[in-house]
């Protein structure tokens, strides 16, 4: 394990401070200290990482957020998480948005970064070569959110799993045909999360021998109407699913809409199961796997901050557990498929 | 009415920036022209607004947005709307949270926005005469959303509207006992907009000749839980309403939630009905009186870069219109008061 700064700290005798303001030429340290922290550092073989030195002293004092988006719910809850812990060290949040080719550009530009963030929290954008160059040549450190960071630290779930445990629940109610509601393939962003989701799905049904149907597997865009329109498709087949897992609540409540107004029975005659566990979930009553989102913006925001602060560098990857949380959407499937029709009240 | 930048440019034959530009002493503007603009603008007895000249540059090229939270659904969707008008014209967007004592306090801290932001929205937060001074004393304009703004530029429904207009819809269908789920009186950040739908839902019980019963308002904490246990409250009073009001579409979905605990059919048995128009609200089929959110949002930014570019001063009172949806949640008052029950599905 190579010396860390800690490390020289404790053989110079000095505070870690001393050591970052030493090796960084700075003022205020006594030209013997620094001598006594240059020697401890060349006995180390302690290589001073640029990117933590410079940022020791949180020269802006603002978190940087990239998002594709402010107002889907998963990103404000994300964006709130690291707004408690960034305003709770007093330091400003920065949003930063990459949902087209402009807003991608910032996020490359070094002139647009340099000296208005002391480091960058990217939810759900995988970023790419030039963007990552950008940061290290500014020696702004990122943490990534919901994707996996290769060589950056990342806080996400395990979405494969998710997807396992979303369609195993269906299983055990004895469905089939199970629908999946998620998102195109064909993505700028490289956002990979429902990929690993659908292969989750994929895992499941091989395990429990269904061969899966790639009529069964619709693009909901992640959205309410995108949900909807999903479910009505699904509906349409010849052989209509049984169940829906729609890859977040939002395209669940998509999903429970467009039921509501066919006049059918949830769960009787369509089981529907989320994920995420929206705000709105419980009060829908929706099965569902939680992520803890803002828990999620809360850990990145901690671990960024320690990069920032104490010069840690080692890439953690800090996966956070999901759960299903079974509700009122999801129940047996029912032998005979042709759904019934039943008159019912607009919301009861 | 005082002379404008704009007559000044009118008089000296030149254009608005230029007439900024002459009378902050920047270069680039002839000897000539700077003498012909301070004629014209003594001729006029025009006072140079120092906040809109000093800011005619767009020094930081970033906008702060002070909420006092991110994740509430009104507060994500304005801040979308802010950011694509400010992402549109290549600004950065802070966020500025004014949720405590400290957020306040950097709110009226010159040396925290100083060469941050080149101007401030503020969304449902009345800002203290401190906050004020400090914005003007560093040359911040600053626009309101949600509030009236007194001497501020301000963008907002009219409150007081949407209060009658939600009363009116359930006195229209022979509701006599409605509840109101708002918010408590006492509030350190002078949010004024539940006493205006109060005042509203007041105004149209007594021009249907109807007491106001004080039991019958409750807080719900503008929260999803927080109008369940509001809902509660009403339903065990002796005499419970027909019907619900309540002042945001998530405390309204709260009472959704109770209701169908309850095993009551909406509206067959309790009416209700919402404020927003959230993303969810038509998926739920919730009746609710709509207001323009992200559209807020966007038209406080186009205010605010105005005032920035352009140097535009007067104060605008921007009231954006609201809109009753009716779906699903409201129905006919029923004569009998005694609340049905029956036995339903999950959520249909």
Known sequence: MPASIGDVAEHAGVSVATVSRALRGLPNVAPSTRARVLEAAARLGYVADARAAGLASGRTRTIGVAVPLIGPWF????????????????????????????????????????????????????????????????????V???????????????????????????????????????????????????????????????????????????????????????AEALLALPEPPTAILAMSDEMAFGCLRLARQRGLAV????????????????????????????????????????????????PAHLTVPSRLRVRGTTGPAKADRTPSRSTQDAIT
């Open 75 to 142: 990103f404000s809850q994300v964006l709130a998480g690291v707004e408690a812990v960034v305003t709770d060290r007093d330091l400003d949040l920065l949003v930063l948005t990459v949902d087209d080719d402009a807003g991608r550009q910032r996020l490359a530009s070094g002139a647009r970064l340099r000296g208005r963030v002391d480091g960058v929290i990217a939810v759900d954008v995988a970023l790419t070569e030039e963007q990552r160059a950008t940061l290290a040549a500014n020696d702004l450190p990122a």
């Open 144 to 230: 990534l959110v919901g994707l996996r960071g290769e060589d950056l630290p990342c806080v996400l779930v395990d979405n494969v799993e998710v997807g396992r445990t979303a369609t195993e629940h269906l299983l055990s109610l004895g469905h089939t045909r199970i629908g999946l509601v998620g998102h195109a393939r064909d993505d700028p962003l490289r956002f990979s999360v429902p990929e690993e989701r659908r292969r989750g799905y994929h895992e499941a049904l091989a395990a429990a021998g269904i061969e899966p149907d790639p009529r069964l597997e619709l693009d909901g865009n992640f959205s309410i109407p995108g949900g909807a329109e999903a």
């Open 267 to 314: 769960p009787g005659d369509l089981s529907v199961v989320g994920v995420d566990d929206h705000d709105v979930a419980a009060a829908w009553d929706l099965t569902t796997v939680s992520q803890p989102v803002q828990g999620m913006g809360e850990q990145a925001a901690e671990l960024l901050l320690a990069v920032i602060d104490a010069g840690a560098t080692a």
